[in-house]
């Protein structure tokens, strides 16, 4: 259309490999390793869920795909969806980005940098008044609400984030992991605390917790997908947005994987076992108190980029899908001073407090990771639909396609149905709420249908 503003295509692949880093690398592989030990109950069973998922996610990252390079507009499944299934499936897609995809993130990465943040004053100040007052719930939910506030009003304000900004941001994450990888292996060699026979020992494991345990994995996994939301944006997205996807999916689960057995040759099993800081827990046995201090402030530094990444891009989707005439329409006002989606960052932020006041760590995660497990679900569906069915009106012709279809796509949705099943059966009261928060776009996107009308 003439006077269309379009996307421009600027960005590389190593910028789309580094968005899925920056996606991925957070508050999960920092606070769920303890949390699925506890459920699982040996380590080595415990690695095994991070290297299946995270094979699962790689399969998820082949079949995207080939439907990134099919569409290669922003939108990632929204877009897929909208065009194979229609408008109510696609808009429940954007529904649970509203009320899920960024929200719950976001209160969990603050959920944890508060319990990172009790483990550093236990370590310079224990015992006193502040170090109490921090480690008491009141005290935690009260810290990550106001980290929430702050970088609300920091978005609001609008700071400027180009693609040099995100990268220099992400280099510096990978390079304190790396330093923290490296250091750990370094003390480990000398004498590991824990014996590599005890960690690579199967011993007795709960097989009923798996369920649940993979499913917190699912969490640290969330955002394999992230480089096909910026498809619209990279150069040559035909070629690069499966690059990207299946680069920054591989290299993320070689980290995880790493990360895991650092954990567990560090600290004995029975210590680690429900544990939220595991890398807080990793600093003291392997460097003694002062050193840990220092990898502590780090974690919690990689924790506040994770809750402001998540504040900026999240209020961005609603906007788009707005202006776009996808989505309420007050989500797309913007601030006549600041020039920011000022409303959709509000309402984000609204939610995230919600789920602070409400929940706890680990109960986001099991309302965030069953939430998020079902519209990959659809999209899997929707890239066999159009294997099968518009595959000769469609123009594929020389573009990637998923291989082993459709053995890739079939064996995640197999996954993904086994995680939602065993989430049900172990926590039914959060996953029971996860799927009505789901149903209520329904009535939602009616009562869009008739605003839009008018």
Known sequence: MEGEIHL???????????????????????????????????????????????????????????????????????????????????????????????????????????????ELFILVLPGSEITTFISGNVGQKGFSILLIVIFSVIHIVGVEKGSFIQNILTGVKLSIISIFIIAGFVSISSGSPVPVSEVLKVGEFDWKGTGLGMLLVLYAYSGWNGASYLAGEIKDPEKNVPRALFWGTLLTMLIYIIMNLLYFLAIPAAELMGKDTPASLTAVHLFGKGVSVLFNIAFCFILLSSISAQIMIGPRVYYAMAKDKNFFHYAGKIHKRFHTPATSIVLQSTLSIVYILTGTFFTVLIYMGFALSIFPIVTMLALIKTRYQNGKNMNTKGLYQTPFFPALPVFFIAVSIYLIVFSFIQNWQSCLTALGAVCMGIPAYYLWQSLRKE
């Open 8 to 118: 421009s295509r600027k960005l590389g692949v190593w910028t789309a490999v580094f968005a899925v880093f920056a996606s991925m690398i957070g508050s999960g592989i920092f606070g769920t390793s303890g949390l699925v030990l506890g459920l699982v109950k040996s380590p080595l069973v415990t690695i095994y869920l991070w290297i299946f998922y995270g094979l699962t996610a790689l399969a998820g990252a082949l079949c995207y795909a080939e439907l990134a390079a099919m569409m290669p507009h922003a939108g990632g499944e929204y877009v897929y969806i909208r065009r194979i299934f229609g408008e109510l499936p696609s808009f429940l897609t954007g529904w649970v980005s509203f009320v899920v995809g960024f929200a719950a993130p976001a209160a969990a990465s603050a959920f944890l940098a508060a319990d990172y943040l009790k």
